[in-house]
């Protein structure tokens, strides 16, 4: 029977090494590429401005007054606002979470 071949220290010691930097690499590089795009301020009317800070401050102060977990319901619908009020509010409240 064959006797196996001795690797010294210093070649596992350098193997692991190249697999730790190559496996650096990757997470860096994997970690940029998935990085969401910024994406720009779009304009909002002045209307939907409002009606969104009237949002925010009625859950503010709904958190403040509740001591303990509760639904805060708005209509869906309200008159004289834009169609971008629903996406923006919804932006609004996805970064609040």
Partial sequence: MPKPLRTSRRTWIAAWVV???AGLAATVGLNA???PDPQTERPVSAECAEY???IERQL???QRMSERDGVL?????QAG???DCGEV???RLR???
Avoid: G, W
Avoid at 73 to 77: G, N, P
């Fill in 19 to 21: 697999l730790c930097a």
């Fill in 33 to 35: 590429s998935n990085a």
């Fill in 52 to 54: 969104v800070a009237d």
């Fill in 60 to 62: 503010a102060e709904a």
């Fill in 73 to 77: 319901v708005f209509s869906r619908v």
């Fill in 81 to 83: 606002t834009d169609d």
């Fill in 89 to 91: 509010l919804r932006d």
């Fill in 95 to 97: 970064d609040d979470r």
